[in-house]
């Protein structure tokens, strides 16, 4: 099923957050039905450096090349802010989309940007974010490549400024509407009383930062289509393995950690290692029978 189809459905699109392909394997097998990766997560994993700008559109493409490799569920790809003007958008829609993305989430900050939920951002004009979402609609292949357009006007101009912004980009074409960091219930209602019914409503669940933290079911309660967990995985495994390495440097053997890990097997039947053998063993004319 499309990413566009599965949002004519009532029910609410749980999209974790990921940054590679074991990531992308491991939320596959646990059973959702599309991926978010984040830019954010890429940063902090490909980086270690915060969400600031730094990633380039070919680290990107290139990541979302190999995760589209691995797995088969569509997948919501961080476009940040086009990567500069709207022909730099267009750019970014045909390298995300021959890479395999199924919506390109786009915002209007000016470039380089930086975390939704960090201070002092900076806007483009209104009229300059209408242009680049109509490029990318221009530049897409398909009708169900998704454009997912991100206002953070609430945090630079408030929240009216940003729900005017959003229509404005609704006008434009987008197909999804992200009004990013309302920071009460209250902000949460205004958005889905404006609009609803009439456009998909991303809401990002970050936790520590701006918004509340609400379950999916209590986002779809309130009135959106899609809750994003994008950089939760990152968090997680942080602690995780900043327990591991002192475990590790303190004691000098993994022993003490062992029931915290997969061993060599267990993580080799994770991805899928004895299905790949066996699978080349068919194309070798050398291979046992």
């Known amino acids: 099923m499309t990413l566009k189809a599965r949002l004519s459905d009532p029910r ?8 590679d392909g074991l990531t992308a394997l491991l939320a596959q097998d646990a059973g959702f039905e599309a991926l978010y990766l984040s830019g954010a997560a890429v940063a902090y994993t490909k980086l ?3 969400d600031i700008g730094l990633s380039s559109v070919s680290e990107m493409a290139d990541t979302m090349t190999l995760i589209a490799d691995r797995i ?11 990567f500069g003007n709207a022909l730099n958008a267009q750019r970014t829609m045909r390298l995300y989309e021959r890479a395999g993305a199924s919506a390109l989430q786009v915002e209007d900050q000016t470039y380089p940007k930086r975390c939704g939920h960090l201070s002092n951002k900076s806007l483009i004009s209104k009229a300059e974010m209408s242009g680049k979402i ?12 998704l454009i997912i357009a991100r206002t953070d006007a609430i945090a630079v101009d408030g929240l009216e400024a940003a729900l005017d912004r959003a229509g404005a980009y ?13 920071k009460s219930e209250a902000d949460m209602a205004a958005i889905t009383t404006r609009f609803a019914g009439r456009i998909p409503l991303l809401a990002n669940m970050v936790e520590g930062g701006k918004t509340p933290v ?9 009135g959106f289509s899609i809750a994003i967990f994008p950089g939760g995985i990152v968090r997680a495994l942080a602690h995780a393995g900043r ?40 194309y070798d004319p050398n291979s046992a029978d």
């Open 12 to 19: 609410i699109l749980l999209a974790p957050g990921i940054y």
């Open 48 to 50: 270690g450096r915060p």
């Open 72 to 82: 088969d569920l569509p997948v919501i790809i961080d476009a940040d802010t086009g």
């Open 134 to 145: 109509a490029a990318m609609a221009d530049a897409r292949r398909s009708d169900d490549t």
């Open 170 to 182: 609704l006008d434009a074409g987008a197909d999804v509407l992200f009004i990013e960091a309302p």
């Open 214 to 222: 609400s379950s999916a079911q209590e986002l779809e309660d309130k």
């Open 243 to 282: 327990d591991y390495y002192q475990s590790l440097v303190e004691h000098g053997t993994t022993a003490p950690f062992r029931d915290r890990m997969f061993d060599f097997g267990g993580l080799n039947n994770v991805i899928g290692t004895p299905q790949m053998l066996e699978l080349g063993g068919r």
